[in-house]
């Protein structure tokens, strides 16, 4: 089956800019999660939602930051204003099950370069 | 509190063991296990909890000590596909959805 999508793949926009990232996760997975992973570095945790309720967004590094799953499956995750600081991989992950025991299934991510 | 993993960069010879760590300083519920390959997405390897056993699958195989707040990923006779990166992603407490990713180990199997 399909695994988790993200688009764009890559992103680059001028400072300033709002951008909009998009995760299709696994259909059926309940559990969604945003991570920023830096290059060498373990994945970030941002936020998560399950259903289309966000759990926990203790992650997001300030009020640009936001995300949404309005309809429980597809999130978006918006950055407004973007800064260079906020160039970064940005990632996916869906999980089937809501507890916290369940894999996490990433997707392939978004390469933002803010200039 | 983020992880602690040891070593950073580990280089093996084809058919050679390692191990890597992951510490904490605080009490954890689960640890989760992950590989990821150069300029891919990290990939599901194990998940281990507090009071469970030790986990493995082929020749890849996970502990957790309670005591020392530490988990342990085994490779015995390490294969060329080993390669990449691991990560080691904690949880506090019980139905924690939120990890905690290590900086990760750096694995290289040369042939």
């Known amino acids: 089956g399909a695994g988790v999508s993200q688009s764009p793949r890559y992103k680059v926009t001028k400072r300033g800019q709002d951008v909009a990232l998009r995760c299709d996760p696994i259909s059926g997975h309940v559990s969604l999660y945003w991570y920023r992973q830096a290059l060498g570095q373990g994945p970030e945790f941002l936020t998560y939602f399950n259903y289309e309720a966000q759990q926990d967004k203790s992650g997001l590094p300030n009020d640009r930051f936001s995300a949404e799953r309005p309809e429980g499956s597809i999130s978006t995750l918006t950055i407004q204003r973007t800064e260079q600081r906020d160039s970064a991989m940005y990632r996916c992950a869906s999980s089937f099950l809501r507890a916290g025991v369940s894999e996490q299934y990433f997707g392939p991510g978004t390469r933002l370069t803010v200039t | ?111």
């Open chain 2, 1 to 111: 509190q983020q992880p602690v993993q040891s070593p950073q960069a580990v280089i093996l010879r084809e058919g050679e063991d390692a191990v890597i760590n992951c510490s904490s300083s605080k009490a954890l519920y689960s640890v989760h296990w992950y590989r990821q390959k150069h300029g891919e997405a990290p990939v599901f390897l194990m998940i281990l909890l507090k009071g469970g056993e030790q986990k493995g699958h082929d020749k890849i195989s996970a502990s957790f000590n309670e005591k020392k707040q530490q988990s342990s990923l085994y490779l015995t006779a390490s294969q060329l596909s080993y390669s990449g990166t691991y990560f080691c992603g904690t949880a506090l407490i019980q139905g924690a959805q939120k990890l905690v990713f290590g900086q990760g180990t750096r694995l290289t199997i040369n042939p």
